[in-house]
């Protein structure tokens, strides 16, 4: 059974500094994606990520993909308050190309 | 109206009652998928459809039952609920091609609190 890791799940951190968010999983997959949920609200797509070596950024935020190592990565540069939210990751099941398994969440506030 | 629409977005039930949500998704796509989010826990995948077709069934008990009747609908029923099925449910939609899942696409949510 395909288990996904994220680590931490709760990040609080200043305005301004940078870190990193990582997702772990433990079957074969080569596709991972990242989505972002604010209090109240639904899933948004962030990054879809296809191949070993993957890397997307958009603004304040670059995702990474390492498939030998089975791990993602979700980097946060000079974060900013609008950031805050939380982030999950989602690995396709290898059993099942249907089914995306979701890590349990990075609660992420970003501190004036 | 676009991309995946929920209703109703709030439902409280007793456990004796009946009641269905209701997910629509105008994106085209060709899979759709109920999900449950709990607090403190991970999302969980209940159901899946491909054209139509139900493809998984995630050990949901029986007083869940989904309803696929085309491609851009999706029903979820509900009966006999415990207080323990409260939480979020979310509807997504993909395109599925070549057998693999494109990225889902959520709705806004169906908060329910059974009493």
């Known amino acids: 059974e395909l288990k996904v890791e994220q680590n931490p799940l709760f990040l609080s951190m200043q305005e301004g500094k940078n870190y990193t968010i990582y997702c772990n999983y433990s079957?074969?997959?080569?596709?991972l994606y990242w989505y972002r949920q604010d209090p109240g609200k639904s899933l948004e797509s962030l990054f879809v990520?296809?191949?070993?070596?993957a890397v997307k950024q958009e603004g304040r935020l670059m995702a990474s993909l390492d498939t030998k190592a089975r791990l993602s990565t979700l980097h946060i540069t000079a974060a900013v308050h609008d950031l805050s939210a939380t982030y999950f990751c989602?690995?396709?099941?290898?059993?099942?190309?249907?089914?995306?398994?979701f890590g349990k969440g990075t609660l992420l506030t970003v501190n004036p | 109206e676009t991309g995946v629409t929920q209703t109703p977005r709030h439902l409280v039930m007793g456990m004796t009652n009946k009641k269905s949500l209701k997910c629509e998704q105008h994106?085209?796509?060709?899979?759709m998928y109920w999900y449950k989010q709990s607090a403190k826990k991970p999302l969980e995948l209940m159901f899946v459809?491909?054209?139509?077709?139900?493809?998984e069934n995630n050990s949901v008990p029986s007083r869940f039952s989904p309803e696929c009747p085309n491609s851009s609908h999706l029903f979820l029923h509900l009966h006999t609920l415990q207080p323990e099925d409260s939480a979020l449910y979310l509807c997504?939609?993909?395109?599925?091609?070549?057998?693999?899942?494109?990225?889902?696409?959520f709705g806004e949510g169906s908060r329910l609190t059974v009493l």
């Open positions: 997504a939609s993909s395109q599925v091609s070549g057998g693999v899942t494109g990225e889902l696409f």
């Open positions: 079957t074969t997959s080569d596709r």
């Open positions: 990520l296809l191949s070993n070596g």
């Open positions: 989602a690995v396709v099941s290898g059993g099942s190309n249907y089914k995306l398994t």
């Open positions: 994106l085209g796509h060709n899979a």
């Open positions: 459809y491909n054209f139509k077709e139900q493809t």
